[in-house]
């Protein structure tokens, strides 16, 4: 040291106060680690060929970006077919609402025409038939036969009016009620097959680094079983073993700065967590000697977007407070 530089350092000394590294002071002791990776592995739910590859190893895809696609033929036709029946319910909940064709109401009102001429044709017959009685000239019988025919043919189109009333109006609540529920069970059913058909296509969950794909086009995919590994930014982190003596220093929030090889000055994380028990544990008591043996797992993630750097499995050490 200059003369000066011993000046400030012994000042320093006599006011108390702390010599940082280069002051002639110890360095902050460290705690030594590497990157860890939490991968998202993408699947398809149903077995079968992989059709395309949409992704290649090591490239950065954005959010939502396709990244390969199964054989869909089987759920492309059982979307469609799910689509028709949905299609039938709700022609046939409309139907309810439109009563009977006009074609078919024609044909009421032309019964009831001609049960109303019926009943003409009797109610002359019946008035006939009582006049004749009256002076003696006809039976009762025929007049009781005249009055059959009169109380048949009223009845007839008092039937018949009924039917063209009907004939307008829709389908009981009931009935309504019930088809409401079949086009509802036809669009759940309609959903869920066109979600069925888009997972055998998925998309990037996060933009995410591209760390592996596990198949090539033309290889059969059983179900479940992941076709592309993605690394996003939030999901790398730091994994420290940190002395015992120091750990008692370390929570939650604690903010580290971070050193490593190749890597800029200035990178900082904070912890996320503290195991509450040591990664490794001497045998039989925790004499003042073991208890330096002693190491805790801490886990931290990168403070910037900047830190995506970090690659799995590099070394880092993060200096801890004295």
Known sequence: MSGWTESLAAAALWLGLPLGPGWGGPPPPLAHGYVEGEYLRIAAPAAGTLEQLLVRRGERVAAGAALFVVDRATATAERDRLA?????????????????????????????????????????????????????????????????????DRGRLAETQAQLAVAGLAGRPDQRRAADEAVAQAEAALAQGERRLADLAPAAPAGALVEDT??????????????????????????????????????????????????????????????????????????????????FR??????????????????????LAP
């Open 84 to 152: 028709a029946a949905l299609a039938q319910a709700r022609a046939q909940r409309a139907d309810l609402d439109t009563g009977r064709r006009a074609e078919e109401v024609a044909v009421v009102a032309a019964q009831k025409a001609q049960a109303e001429a019926a009943l003409r044709l009797s109610a002359a017959e019946l008035e006939r038939q009582s006049a004749l009685v009256a002076r003696r000239v006809s039976s009762p019988d025929k007049l009781d036969t005249a009055r059959a025919a009169f109380d048949r």
């Open 298 to 319: 801490v886990e931290a993630v990168p403070d910037a977007a900047r830190d995506f750097a970090l690659n799995p499995g590099l070394p880092v050490d993060v200096e």
């Open 214 to 295: 596990l198949y090539n086009p033309g290889e059969w995919v059983p179900a479940g079983s992941p076709v592309v590994a993605l690394l996003p930014p939030d999901r790398v982190k730091l994994v420290l073993f940190v002395p015992e003596t120091a750990v008692a220093r370390l929570a939650p929030g604690t903010a580290l700065r971070v050193r490593c090889d190749g890597c800029p000055a200035g990178l900082g994380a904070r912890v996320t967590s503290v195991a509450s028990r040591a990664e490794y544990t001497p045998p039989v008591i925790y004499s003042v000697g073991s208890r330096e043996k002693l190491v």
